[in-house]
């Protein structure tokens, strides 16, 4: 079948281990399934795998890619769910320390077909295309769980999303409209809070700029960059979610004075459980709301969309299709 995948690492050149070509075709073991793939996603996840991230050399070649939708065995129409667990593990698949995403330890999505645990694979409304359906299971299903399962937002309160122009950052400012939140996102960059503007933003303001009001929540994924404004914004009890440190992990000042004094609450999130990635599916069939997607492109020139991810020259999903 033909794959995209990495034959080798390299930290500073990563297209440099990038091949497309032909790889055999997948066995489904006991109790998992094959998806014949209709879409597939991109993100920054594949290009660190090719930086040799969260992957050993013995394992290569690595199918890339977390995110699909496609067609089950029956021909009926899916969302695969990344998160491979333990076939022991019972609850929430987040917690299980061995769990993994698809391109880590079990072959890809971009690819003609990829198998998972029959567990792992969720009904696809009529309302989705395939390739909107292949943008959940990664930033938008981390998005849902950062907004409404860790950061425990509802209807009327007020976030503050950094960094508009990320795959997670602008899935939380559409979510959170389509959930009937305030919205205020900041950005680097005009163009970029000019968009948030139109995907449902509320307000946007420069990065680090004051704010009007405190915030309910921060849905943090820039990290070191954006840190310290995010603990500023908050109301005292309010709650900052992070699930990212694209600026970086290493933080100056912590602002562990103001964390205490003012009862805030430092919450982590990673990912989603297979029913969130359902009821995330379920909001948007619900709503009429659809992801962002910056581009589609055929799978056979999934170079173009590597580039681009790795050049940061994005505002939203990447989405190749077959
Ligand atoms: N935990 C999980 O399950 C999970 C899942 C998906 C992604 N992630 C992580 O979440 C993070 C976000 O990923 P992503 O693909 O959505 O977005 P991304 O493209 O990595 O970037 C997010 C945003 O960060 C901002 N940014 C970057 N450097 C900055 C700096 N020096 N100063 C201020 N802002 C800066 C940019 O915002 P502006 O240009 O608009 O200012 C950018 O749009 C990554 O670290 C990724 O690994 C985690």
New binding site residues.
């Given amino acids: 079948m033909f794959a995209v995948y990495a034959e080798s690492f390299s930290p500073e050149s990563p297209l440099d281990g990038l091949v497309l070509g032909e790889r055999p075709d997948p066995v489904a073991p006991d109790g998992w399934t094959t998806v014949t793939v209709k879409a597939a996603s991109l ?3 594949d290009v660190w795998s090719l930086r040799g991230v969260g992957l050993k050399q013995e394992q290569l070649p690595m199918i890339l890619g977390c995110d699909a939708a496609g067609l089950d065995e029956d021909g009926n129409e899916v969302v695969v769910h990344a998160v491979i667990s333990d076939p022991t593990w019972r609850g929430d698949e987040t917690l299980d320390p061995q769990r993994s995403l698809l391109s880590e330890r079990h072959q890809g999505t971009l690819a003609d077909k990829v198998v998972v645990p029959r567990r792992n694979v969720v009904p696809k409304p009529a309302s989705l295309s395939f390739a909107e359906a292949a943008c959940l299971p ?2 938008w299903l ?1 998005a849902y769980r950062m907004l409404f399962t860790r950061g425990g937002l509802k209807a009327g309160d007020t976030v503050l999303v950094q ?7 602008t899935a939380c400012i559409i979510l959170a409209r389509a959930a009937g939140l305030k919205v205020l996102a ?4 005009e163009a ?1 809070r000019a968009k948030a503007l139109e995907i449902g933003a509320h307000e946007v303001f420069e ?1 680090g700029a004051r704010l009007p009001v405190k915030v309910d929540a921060v849905m943090e ?2 990290g070191r ?2 840190w310290s404004h995010s603990i500023r914004a908050l109301r005292p009890g309010g709650t900052i979610v992070i ?5 970086g992990p290493r933080l100056d000042d912590a602002e562990l004075t103001r964390i205490f004094f003012l009862q805030l609450s430092v919450v982590g ?3 989603g459980t297979r029913d969130e990635l359902a009821s995330l599916v379920t909001l948007l069939d619900a709503t009429g709301t659809k992801p962002l997607i910056d581009r589609e492109i055929a799978l056979t020139d999934a170079r173009e969309g590597f580039e681009a991810m790795a050049g ?1 020259d ?1 505002f939203g999903k990447i989405v190749f299709t077959r």
């Fill in positions: 993100n920054h996840h990664t930033a981390t960094g508009a122009g990320g795959g997670v950052s900041t950005s680097r960059d970029k990065s994924t820039v960059a954006t699930s990212g440190t694209t600026s999130s990673t990912m940061g994005v």
